[in-house]
């Protein structure tokens, strides 16, 4: 029975050790201020590219898919 009795101690000095490392750490963590990127400004070129590649992806797609149907 004394046995069973440290390996619970153990067990629970364990899980009491690990619960006081986490907040230490969401402690640490929530005192730094979080950095955002800054809002790039795109060009009228960048955007009309990556629309260009959506459309002809949907294409595909539609394409791929219309043989399955």
Do not use: H
Not at 17 to 33: D, F, M
């Amino acid at each position: 029975m004394e046995k069973r009795q440290k390996k619970m101690a153990a067990a629970l000095a364990a899980v009491n050790a690990y619960l006081q490392q986490e907040e230490a750490l969401a402690a640490t963590q929530s005192s730094v201020p979080v950095l955002r990127p800054a809002q790039s400004v795109e060009s009228g070129w960048a955007m009309s590219g990556r629309m260009d590649m959506m459309t002809m992806r949907r294409l595909i797609q539609m394409r791929a898919f219309g043989r399955i149907g």
